[in-house]
């Protein structure tokens, strides 16, 4: 019942969006916040993805917390509507990408690195003797 109820709210919004998948998509977005069947519809097939996504963020934070390299990011405020949300989006963007304490995409959770180390002398050796066999092929 949940495909064909997700196929019926598509078509619709396809057909209200007179072909436009963009003006559809964002249809289907701001129905699938107040309709659970739909949301549940749509969050199905990538459920496990979703949840293996979370417990990693997690995970990573707390053992970022566990070695003292981690602090909290400050937590937004819930939004009331979907709309009230959207008002500003652009500038908060805008303001989100910029300055110089923004994270990098993909590296919010991430550990801080722990610095060069040196390479071992398996590798150094491993190096000179790729550089000495470039160097008689050449001859």
């Known amino acids: ?18 072909g436009n998948q ?10 699938a916040m ?5 949301l549940q519809a749509l969050v199905k097939p990538h459920l496990t993805g979703l949840v293996a996504h979370a417990v990693g963020r997690i995970a990573i ?6 070695e003292g390299n981690y602090t909290d990011l400050p937590i937004k405020p819930i939004v009331k509507s979907v709309k009230q949300d959207m008002q ?13 304490d923004v994270p990098k995409f993909g590296m919010e959770d991430a550990v801080p690195r722990l610095g060069k180390k040196q390479a071992s002398q398996q590798h150094v050796n491993a190096l000179h003797l790729i550089a000495n066999k470039a160097k008689a092929k050449k001859k």
């Not at 019942?1 to 007179?18: F, W």
């Open 1 to 18: 019942m949940t495909q064909s109820y997700l196929q019926q709210c598509v078509l619709e919004a396809l057909e209200k969006a007179k």
């Open 88 to 100: 500003g989006f652009g500038l908060d963007l805008l303001r989100a990408l910029g300055g110089p």
């Open 61 to 66: 934070q707390q053992n970022a917390r566990k």
């Open 34 to 38: 107040e309709d659970f069947v739909l």
């Open 22 to 31: 963009t003006k559809a998509q964002k249809m289907i977005a701001l129905r």
